[in-house]
């Protein structure tokens, strides 16, 4: 089911749900992303939970974000999306800014039950614009067609080593779309996104932490990137294993990118694991 759902602030975030498990699992996508990027981790949790995707604003149908805009807007979206579907207990799963927004919803809420970190949260350093910063590249330019886009966003992930698949193929359908008759442009904004990468640097992981006292599942990708490093690497996230009481991690080859644009069958192995033990006994977790 595919839906908009309006805010207490009046915007409207696009919501995608599948299952109807008793518990429910909230997806929330990466920096350039939209709901689409977390299909491998939809499809594997919908048939045990009931999970919830959506766009954050300023990415895919969701409404515009507000201007300058931050992590900490789009944690206040979240927060109202708990309320508005009145979900009293579920589990956060956020990749790369979806880590940032779920973390600190987590220490805000007593909604929440367990996280899941796919690659995000850590603490975040300038090396990373060397990654990130390309990749929007095909955010500034105007197309000719739909095609022309998908063509230039192939070349651009082949670079980084990933396979080009069904799921990206909808992905770029889904994150365009057409400014006149002869012009089609990436749904974003470059200067939102870049304003929402400035805000990793903004992180306060000494207030926010010490608040997450849920079971938690951390994977870190530690594949190498375009620039020959990792997004994160493994001292990034040395507060959170240090602060965090309940803290599993979780290393997978993968890079940044691989863990949600291809199936990672052990890491959703994992998150399946954790998920069942968190259900059965979180005391023990």
Same mark, same amino acid.
């Given at each position: =089911?595919?839906?908009?759902?309006?805010?207490?602030?009046? &915007?409207?975030?696009? #919501?995608?749900?599948?299952?109807?498990?008793?518990?429910?699992?909230?997806? #929330?996508?990466?920096?350039?992303?939209?709901?689409?990027? @977390?299909?491998?981790?939809?499809?594997?949790?919908?048939?045990?939970?009931?999970?919830?995707? $959506?766009?954050?604003?300023?990415?895919?149908?969701?409404?515009?974000?507000?201007?300058?805009?931050?992590?900490?807007?789009?944690?206040?979206?979240?927060?109202?999306?708990? =309320?508005?579907?009145?979900?009293?207990?579920?589990?956060?799963?956020?990749?790369?800014?979806?880590? $940032?927004?779920?973390?600190?919803? %987590?220490?805000?809420?007593?909604?929440?039950?367990?996280?899941?970190?796919?690659?995000?949260?850590?603490?975040?350093?300038?090396?990373?614009?060397?990654?990130?910063?390309?990749?929007?590249?095909?955010?500034? &330019?105007? $197309?000719?067609?739909?095609?022309?886009?998908?063509?230039? %966003?192939?070349?651009? $992930?082949?670079?980084?080593?990933?396979?080009?698949?069904?799921?990206?193929?909808?992905?770029?359908?889904?994150?365009?779309?057409?400014?006149?008759? &002869?012009?089609?442009?990436?749904?974003?904004?470059?200067?939102?996104?870049?304003?929402?990468?400035?805000?990793?640097?903004?992180?306060?992981?000494?207030?926010?932490?010490?608040?997450?006292?849920?079971?938690?599942?951390?994977? &870190?990708?530690?594949?190498? @990137?375009?620039?020959?490093?990792?997004?994160?690497?493994?001292?990034?996230?040395?507060?959170?294993?240090?602060?965090?009481?309940?803290?599993?991690?979780?290393?997978?080859?993968?890079?940044?990118?691989?863990?949600?644009?291809?199936?990672?069958?052990?890491?959703?192995?994992?998150?399946?694991?954790?998920?069942?033990?968190?259900?059965?006994?979180?005391?023990?977790?």
């Amino acid at each position: =089911m595919e839906r908009h759902i309006q805010l207490t602030n009046g &915007k409207k975030l696009r #919501v995608f749900e599948r299952g109807e498990g008793e518990h429910v699992v909230i997806l #929330v996508h990466g920096l350039t992303g939209n709901h689409k990027q @977390m299909a491998y981790y939809q499809d594997s949790l919908a048939s045990d939970h009931r999970v919830i995707s $959506y766009d954050l604003r300023g990415r895919g149908l969701s409404d515009e974000t507000d201007r300058p805009t931050s992590i900490d807007h789009h944690v206040g979206d979240l927060l109202d999306l708990l =309320m508005m579907l009145n979900l009293k207990e579920v589990t956060l799963v956020g990749y790369s800014i979806g880590g $940032y927004i779920c973390a600190k919803v %987590t220490a805000l809420s007593s909604r929440v039950r367990s996280l899941i970190l796919l690659d995000g949260a850590g603490v975040a350093d300038f090396g990373q614009k060397e990654l990130i910063l390309p990749s929007l590249q095909r955010l500034e &330019k105007p $197309y000719q067609s739909k095609a022309d886009y998908i063509d230039f %966003t192939k070349r651009a $992930y082949e670079k980084l080593n990933i396979n080009w698949s069904q799921q990206l193929e909808e992905i770029a359908q889904y994150e365009t779309k057409a400014i006149d008759e &002869k012009t089609v442009r990436h749904r974003s904004k470059v200067e939102v996104i870049e304003k929402d990468f400035d805000s990793f640097f903004e992180f306060n992981h000494e207030e926010v932490l010490p608040h997450i006292t849920v079971p938690v599942l951390l994977v &870190k990708a530690t594949g190498y @990137m375009g620039a020959g490093r990792p997004l994160f690497f493994n001292e990034s996230f040395a507060e959170l294993e240090k602060i965090v009481p309940r803290i599993n991690v979780l290393m997978t080859n993968a890079n940044h990118f691989s863990l949600v644009f291809e199936r990672q069958k052990d890491v959703l192995n994992t998150i399946n694991r954790f998920l069942t033990n968190v259900r059965e006994d979180p005391s023990e977790v």
